[in-house]
């Protein structure tokens, strides 16, 4: 049995079979290997694709999906080893976890942080205690990665660069938004576009705005087993010069993290980092995209997002085709 929490434990071909079987699943290929299996899903937070996306292409392989939202239709649940149960919480995760796996075939799980201690968000407990106790395999459908918005935006790249990426210029830029977001699809843009042989610049307005070292070591790690490079900027024009490819993502700043009224003084002065016309038109013809959603003329301006470079799209639709191969590796045998 295999989970699926990160592309850090999968290999660039491991992946790419995934990849392929998503291209082949969005060309017409039916499959039924969720024939008469049931699909749990634990979200602790909101979602418009993943929960959309992941019901419809269990449906589509055969099977069904159950949503599950602690604290509102399930009970709320508690983490911690030895955890005194004396307050909000009427279940552990250790029974909850075993009871889903005796009724469900696998198990995805959406939790993002809490946003008050990063030393211990960091850690990615809720999947991590969900992955120890489970006896089928795991899903992360957004903790502090985002392993299935990864593939999409890969799958999305390799159809729009004829397969080819490797030696493209990615664009990693942060933007501007009124609230400190999760770092989650950062983390993973970095890792997917380095680990499939881009030269990838970081764009963001200081060294605050860096990502979590694990991330960023990965990310250099897989560069330079491609001979490529990772590069950090805090010059949007040179950043910008000559990309191929501009992917728009805010989030929060590790020091800062649980101290937003601290970070939103800095956060305020930044809005410049607004993907716009001017900006991509130093670019070398980029695509650009969003995980979604994407708060418009405040992260990207109507433009640029209506604009024909915009793949945002086509990555959502994505979502689904790259779910549901990672579905079909789930439940092989």
Same mark, same amino acid.
């Given at each position: 049995?295999r989970h699926?929490?990160?592309?850090?434990d999968?290999?660039r071909?491991?992946?790419?079979a995934?990849l392929?079987?998503a291209?082949?699943?969005k060309?017409?290929?039916?499959?039924?290997?969720l024939?008469?299996?049931?699909?749990?899903?634990?979200f602790f937070?909101p979602?418009?694709?993943?929960?959309? $996306?992941?019901?419809i292409?269990?449906r589509?392989?055969?099977?069904?999906?159950?949503?599950?939202?602690?604290?509102?239709?399930a009970?709320p649940?508690a983490?911690?080893?030895?955890?005194?149960m004396?307050?909000d919480e009427?279940e552990?995760? *250790?029974?909850?976890?075993r009871?889903?796996?005796?009724?469900c075939?696998?198990?995805g799980?959406r939790?993002?942080?809490k946003?008050q201690?990063? $030393?211990?968000d960091?850690?990615?407990?809720?999947?991590?205690?969900?992955?120890?106790f489970?006896?089928?395999?795991?899903?992360n459908?957004?903790t502090i990665?985002?392993p299935?918005?990864?593939l999409?935006?890969?799958?999305?790249?390799?159809?729009?660069?004829?397969?080819?990426?490797?030696?493209?210029?990615?664009v990693l830029?942060?933007?501007?938004?009124?609230?400190?977001?999760?770092?989650?699809?950062?983390? *993973?843009?970095?890792m997917?576009?380095?680990k499939?042989?881009?030269?990838?610049t970081?764009?963001?307005?200081n060294e605050?705005?860096?990502?979590?070292?694990r991330?960023?070591?990965a990310a250099r790690? $897989?560069?330079a087993?491609?001979?490529?490079?990772i590069?950090v900027s805090?010059d949007i024009?040179e950043?910008?010069?000559g990309a191929?490819?501009?992917?728009?993502? *805010?989030?929060?700043?590790?020091?800062y993290?649980?101290r937003?009224?601290?970070?939103?003084?800095?956060?305020?002065?930044l809005?410049?980092?607004?993907?716009?016309e001017?900006?991509?038109a130093?670019?070398?013809?980029?695509?650009? $995209?969003?995980c979604?959603?994407?708060?418009?003329?405040?992260?990207?301006?109507d433009?640029v997002?209506? *604009?024909p470079?915009?793949?945002?799209?086509?990555?959502?639709?994505n979502r689904?085709h790259?779910?549901?191969?990672?579905?079909?590796?789930?439940?092989?045998?």
């Open positions: 049995m699926f929490l990160t592309t850090a999968w290999s071909a491991e992946l790419q995934m392929d079987d291209r082949a699943l060309g017409g290929l039916r499959g039924e290997d024939a008469g299996k049931t699909l749990g899903l634990l937070n979602s418009l694709r993943t929960r959309t $996306s992941f019901e292409g269990a589509q392989l055969g099977g069904a999906a159950v949503i599950l939202e602690p604290g509102k239709g009970w649940i983490f911690e080893p030895g955890a005194v004396d307050g009427e552990h995760i *250790s029974e909850v976890t009871v889903l796996s005796r009724y075939d696998v198990i799980v939790a993002f942080p946003f201690d990063w $030393s211990k960091r850690e990615d407990r809720v999947i991590r205690a969900i992955a120890e489970a006896t089928v395999p795991v899903i459908l957004e990665t985002h299935c918005q990864e999409a935006l890969m799958l999305t790249l390799q159809e729009r660069f004829g397969g080819q990426v490797d030696g493209k210029k990615f830029t942060w933007t501007y938004h009124p609230k400190p977001l999760n770092t989650a699809v950062a983390n *993973s843009a970095l997917i576009a380095a499939f042989g881009m030269d990838v970081l764009l963001c307005p605050e705005y860096l990502l979590d070292p991330y960023m070591d790690a $897989s560069a087993e491609h001979g490529r490079t590069t805090h024009d950043a910008y010069r191929n490819m501009v992917y728009a993502k *805010s989030w929060g700043a590790i020091p993290f649980g937003w009224p601290d970070e939103k003084p800095m956060r305020d002065t809005k410049h980092f607004i993907v716009d001017a900006k991509m130093k670019t070398d013809g980029a695509y650009v $995209s969003h979604l959603p994407v708060r418009r003329n405040v992260k990207v301006t433009a997002l209506d *604009s470079a915009c793949i945002a799209i086509d990555e959502a639709e689904l790259v779910q549901k191969a990672v579905l079909r590796r789930m439940v092989r045998p």
